[in-house]
């Protein structure tokens, strides 16, 4: 039995008392609990465990989990509700000592050796908790495994806050329904997405800084390339382009780390004394010139985690619990971990999928009190772009029909992308120079603010912004400064106009460029006005103008939207 009177058990938010309803009304073998990153699945899985623990449903809890460092802080939360839970737990081992309520293990121990965990299930009746179920599916080991493993389980318990995938690896213990065109689309027994959870106060808004600026490099070939960081590119250019601002031998990088210095500055001097930022490196050699940088920029030392050992689990835990300011890493930290404080983020990794980026966007949303807010800082490309716009979609894992997996083209396609992906991740490329300019700022899928340089006034005054503001207070705070721009630029312009030489004339992908950012504001605004999602109001545009999406539509397409919406 527990330890923990069941006074004394943490109270539950709105969503896991629901859930818990649906978990204990169904007495299905198998719950998949879909939640955000930090609106609480761990206490929710812990309050299940106690009640099936106290009821006599189970006899021991296995949790699994992506990481080592998660097993220690899935072991302290459990002690909170007098679960004993063995955080060191080896395969070697075989079985837990007997004042233990059961285990926490990771999928990579699993997969090891399934037939350890196998042998325990079948011992007694086991309630497995499968944290980040998604990460059963990276590897064809850790899922078999898995199955192997607890197929016999007494209950399973999923959670994760990212049910999707890149991949079409099914995951196990997940039910999939079948979509009218043949697809198969996971199907969560409780959902608990970060629009609702944004609603209710439970996570911060989240402020995206999108920096472009100029990237020249030299080519293995010997060919010097310059390019406008976030303009269309070509996959590759654009993937270069993104290198070379991330290079820490370029501008741009000490630019971007001396900006969200300031903004965590900010926030520490207006009511988040404790607000720490996270930098998010590709790999170890980044990070550790990351963190020189932060020192030689803004003479601040940061914690460095380099990877998933005993040791950066205790630096996690010292930064978590203490008032420092900057933790560099370079996976460890992407997901599940919890830090509370953590209010600026820097991301200065080229991965791109979806459920990284949702990972890492994780780490900064936990709200602790109300008005709180996120600043995360980024390249401005179009692939991280379109992720941040659409941060609040709910996403499901979907395995697209056979048919289409066995297209000979559409293999020769992806084969060839994974080619040329490790072609440029792989090629020696020389960073000339590299600087950065704030090109926007991304809130609630809308774009504000027009580009203004690094260090300037008017980045500034982006960087100042309150920490603790609501997010209607947050909108009109960004539309005040987008405003105030507008009106000086025009300004400028009537002024100055007989001083200045011709501006050259802008190509169509530049003019299509500024249109779609354009576009994109007077879209975050009506969504603000009428609460409509900013998907609807594209859809509407599209139905009343005709024409593709954004990303494909002409420069009068652009145009007739823009007028449009102005009308409406």
């Known amino acids: 039995m527990p330890a923990a009177p069941p006074e004394s058990l943490p109270s539950l938010r709105v969503w896991q008392r629901k859930a818990m309803v649906a978990y204990h009304r169904g007495h299905s073998r198998d719950f998949l609990a879909v939640a955000t990153p930090g609106a609480g699945k761990t206490t929710f899985a812990l309050r299940i465990a106690y009640d099936l623990l106290a009821d006599g449903t189970v006899d021991t809890v296995t949790v699994v989990c ?49 037939a350890v965990h196998r042998r325990r299930t079948l011992a007694r009746r086991t309630l497995v908790i499968l944290d980040e179920i998604h990460h059963a599916g990276d590897a064809r080991t850790w899922g078999e495994g898995v199955q192997t493993a607890f197929d016999e389980a007494e209950r399973r318990l999923a959670l994760t ?21 043949g697809a198969k689309r996971s199907r969560a027994d409780a959902l608990y997405g970060y629009r609702d959870a944004l609603a209710d106060g439970v996570v911060r808004p989240v402020m995206f800084m999108a920096y472009s600026g100029q990237a020249k490099w030299r080519t293995s070939a010997g060919d ?28 741009w990088i000490k630019q971007v780390i001396r900006a969200a210095d300031r903004r965590l500055s900010s926030l520490r001097a207006a009511g988040m004394p404790d607000a720490g930022g996270l930098i998010i490196a590709s790999d170890q050699n980044s990070a ?40 560099v890493a370079v996976r460890m930290v992407s997901e599940g971990v ?52 659409n941060l609040e979609a709910d996403r499901d894992h979907v395995i697209k029909p056979k048919s289409q997996d066995e297209d000979p083209e559409l293999l020769l396609e992806q084969a060839q992308r994974v080619l040329d ?12 120079e590299s600087s950065a300019e704030l090109d926007q700022v991304i809130f609630d899928g809308g774009s504000f603010g027009l580009p203004v340089e690094a260090g300037s006034a008017e980045e500034q005054e ?7 503001l609501t997010p209607e207070q947050v909108h009109l705070l960004l539309q005040k400064r987008q405003r105030e721009q507008m009106a000086k630029q025009q300004s400028g312009t009537r002024t100055e106009v007989a001083e200045r030489p011709a501006e050259p004339a802008m190509t169509n992908a530049q003019k299509r460029l500024k249109l779609r950012k354009q576009l994109n504001a007077l879209v975050g605004a009506r969504s603000f006005a009428t609460n409509e999602p900013h998907g609807k109001i594209h859809a509407k545009l599209r139905s009343t103008c005709g024409g593709p999406p954004s990303a494909q539509a002409t420069i009068e397409q652009l145009e007739e939207r823009i007028a449009a919406i102005r009308s409406w």
């Open 338 to 389: 919890d830090i509370p404080r953590l209010a600026v983020g820097v991301y200065a990794t080229n991965a791109q999928t979806p459920l990284y980026f949702a990972q890492a966007i994780g780490r900064f949303v936990r709200s602790r009190r109300p008005g709180e807010t996120a600043s995360v800082f980024l390249p401005s490309v179009i692939p991280l772009l379109s992720l941040a716009e």
């Open 224 to 251: 010097e390339l310059a390019v406008r960081l976030g303009q269309p590119l070509t996959k590759d250019l654009t993937s270069q382009a993104w290198r070379t601002a991330l290079d820490p031998e370029g501008e």
């Open 161 to 181: 806050g990212t049910p999707f995938r890149s991949d079409d690896n099914p995951i196990p213990f997940v039910e999939y329904e079948e979509d009218p065109d």
């Open 66 to 114: 992506p990481t080592e460092h998660l097993k220690v802080q899935w072991s302290g939360a459990a002690a909170r509700f007098g679960i004993q839970l063995d955080p060191s737990f080896r395969n070697a081992d075989v079985h837990s000592a007997a004042d233990y309520h059961g285990a926490v293990v990771t999928y990579a121990q699993i997969g090891a050796d399934p």
């Open 421 to 432: 992906e490790g072609t440029e991740l792989g090629g020696q490329r020389e960073t000339l």
């Open 462 to 468: 982006y960087l100042g912004l309150p920490g603790l």
């Open 288 to 327: 550790r010139s990351y963190a020189g940088i932060l020192k030689r920029v803004t003479g601040k030392s940061a914690t460095i985690v380099l990877s998933d050992d005993a040791g950066s689990s205790d630096r996690i835990a010292k930064f978590a619990d203490s008032d420092e300011e900057w933790l």
